[in-house]
């Protein structure tokens, strides 16, 4: 269980996440300046997440966001929630169609194993 559920608080997608999708979102079409805002700030905290201090490298100056506004910061929840809803969403029906799919094929294969006992 995520300590987020143990804590009491909202589940929501992770930054990662939201870095994936705004990125193959803004190569699909233009965004605005507040989502390059959000891309960039969230950008910066998965790359200071995930990168290896080895490497020495680091989000260059002119592009670094180390802030946002409290409406970039809402609308980057709220596209967190929205992930993890739909997230969850295609999960669950996933796991709906292999239950559902196994019952047919168990229901198909009992069908072949009992002899019919009335053939009109």
Known sequence: MNMRALKGEEMTGTDAEVCAYLMT?????PVDSDWTQIYLYITGRVYRKWRTKESGATVPDDI?????????MAELNRLKEWLYRKRTTIRQDGDRAERRQKKEEEAAERKLEQPALFDF
Do not use: A, G, M
């Open 25 to 29: 979102t803004s190569l699909t079409q």
């Open 64 to 72: 670094r966001v180390e802030s946002i506004s409290d409406y970039q």
